[in-house]
């Protein structure tokens, strides 16, 4: 019982923090990428505060609630170890992406440290980073909802 709970409200947070990363990646970087460098920096002063409040409960909330269900289903010895640790090592990866890159790339954008020339670049590579924390997010998630039909 306790289980299934954990593990719906994994499901369920791991779904609407991909729900947002990927309109994230959909809808603004494409428009952070068309727009000039200046008008970027600018709106980045005002909205990458906006947007860290946002994204950061939802992040850690969608590490923290499927990392501890794992935690929790495999001391319960799950017949699913597979699946278990796919759906916490998946959400340890894509955590571990702000500090490996989104951190400082942040701090960048925030600090005006990259060159105008320099932003173009920058932001095609947050882009594939972003689509690369969308791939481990998904897969987690697909772990969560397989074991909540299936385990």
Known sequence: MIGQSLLLLS???LGIF???????????????????ADDFFNLHKTYGPKIHRFFAPLTIAATFLPVSTACYLLLQQTDKPLFTWLMGLCSLAFFSTYFLYF??????????????????????????????RIGFELVAFGCALWLLAFG
């Open 18 to 36: 991909l729900g947002a990363q990927i309109t994230e990646a959909v809808l603004l970087v494409p428009y952070w990428k068309a727009m000039n």
């Open 103 to 132: 951190k400082k790339a942040n701090q960048n954008f925030a600090d005006r440290s990259l060159s105008n020339e320099a932003l173009p670049n920058e932001l095609t590579k947050w882009g594939h980073w972003h689509w690369t």
């Open 11 to 13: 499901t369920g947070t």
